[in-house]
């Protein structure tokens, strides 16, 4: 990939307005799913009835019939607490516990109330840019891009705070 073309497609809202308006089943074009992979942005967007895709930084799916969530951070995704509990050793579950701690939530909703008529729209406190996935001239997704290095900044800022909590004696 160019030098180029990366720089073109090197935040979240120039990737979104690039994407706006595209048809469902959305294929995002490889020079804006490079370029979103080297410059650190996210891409979330619904699929069929079931799915809700990540594209870029982070690639992955993950099945959410009827909607759902999950939850991600500057490693990426967070596998289900549930499998994790179950089927984890100390390690893991020491890891998925502390790093739940900073983890945001992407929540997929199916058939929301806005946009009119869409299948999919996305929640997140993840600081994002969104547009639109089409179908037949209607709104099918309201999708989002965002930058994984906030999901950095907010592990710093949350072990600064730990950091500066007083230590206690037993």
């Known amino acids: 990939m160019s030098q180029a073309n990366v720089c073109n497609f090197n935040t979240p809202q120039a990737i979104a307005k690039a994407l706006n308006g595209m048809e469902y089943p959305l294929t995002i074009p490889k020079t804006i799913a490079d370029a979103a992979r080297i410059s650190g942005v996210v891409i979330v967007y619904g699929a069929s009835d079931d799915l809700i895709e990540l594209d870029g930084a982070i690639r992955d799916e993950f099945g959410c019939y009827d909607g759902g969530a999950i939850k991600v951070d500057a490693k990426g995704v967070l596998r289900d607490w549930g499998s994790v509990k179950d089927d984890g050793d100390k390690a893991e579950i020491a890891e998925w516990l502390e790093r739940d701690k900073t983890a945001k939530e992407i929540k997929a909703i ?26 037949d ?34």
């Open 137 to 170: 001239g209607q709104i099918y997704c309201r999708a989002i891009a965002f930058n994984l290095s906030d999901l950095s900044v907010l592990q710093v800022q949350h072990a600064m705070q730990r950091a500066q909590q007083p230590v206690t004696s037993a």
């Open 110 to 135: 199916w058939e929301p109330a806005e946009p009119t008529g869409a299948s999919w729209a996305y929640e997140t406190s993840i600081p994002h840019t969104t547009f639109d996935v089409m179908e």
